[in-house]
């Protein structure tokens, strides 16, 4: 097995550049930064791996934590959100319809959470069509951010990092190399 070789972020506050890299060319996986964190600090306590080259590890930093590839920092979230009625759940019974359809009518959302977007300023769907649990309930978000946002936040947007030991020494390390 490959070792892992360090990978230098943009900063230390970048949270989408893998700090470590194994293996090269189409193999080549990056360490995703936000999994290996331990849980109370919002990581998952795990070493999770995924491919570069296939976007597999783009993927994953995307639609998985919503960070964005372009600004290392997690995307915007709506400036407004709003619940709308679906017209699908005003389709009356109709026995002469198919059985596939009834049963896609009964898991078939009644209401949509919609959120408004700073960069486009259009509502965008934050759920499936399907009354179904999702692994990631940010996804279709997230998605939007992705196509849409072009490395763009709200404006006055920050404050995205808990003020812990860490973040204070970091910021403290940033003030020093200021004044090199
Ligand atoms: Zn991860
Ligand atoms: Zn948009």
């Known amino acids: 097995m490959n070792r892992l ?3 230098s972020p943009n900063g ?10 194994r ?5 080549k ?26 976007s597999a590890y783009n993927y994953h930093l995307q ?15 709506p400036i407004e959100f709003r619940t709308t009625l679906r017209d699908a759940a005003f389709e009356p019974d109709d026995p002469t319809k198919v059985k596939s359809k009834s ?8 209401n949509m959470m919609e959120g408004r977007c700073h960069a486009c300023g259009e509502w965008v769907a934050l759920q499936g069509t399907k009354d ?13 951010a992705a196509s849409c946002h072009r490395g763009t936040t709200i404006a ?3 404050d995205y990092f808990v003020h812990d030991e860490v973040w204070a020494r970091i910021r403290e390390f940033s003030r020093q190399k200021e004044f090199l």
């Not at 970048?14 to 890299?21: A, I, N, W």
């Not at 179904?132 to 939007?144: A, F, I, M, R």
């Open 29 to 54: 996986v990056g360490l995703c930064p936000i999994c290996i964190e331990p849980v109370e600090r919002g990581g998952r306590g795990l070493k999770m791996f995924a491919k570069t080259k296939v």
């Open 132 to 144: 179904v649990d999702v692994l990631v309930k940010e996804l279709y978000w997230w998605k939007h």
């Open 156 to 158: 006055g947007e920050g």
């Open 63 to 77: 639609y998985y934590h919503g960070i964005s590839s372009k600004t290392g920092l997690p995307y915007s979230p």
């Open 12 to 21: 230390p506050l970048d949270l989408y550049t893998p700090r470590f890299v």
């Open 103 to 110: 049963l896609s009518k009964k898991t078939s959302r009644k």
């Open 23 to 27: 293996g090269s060319g189409g193999d």
């Open 5 to 7: 070789v360090f990978n």
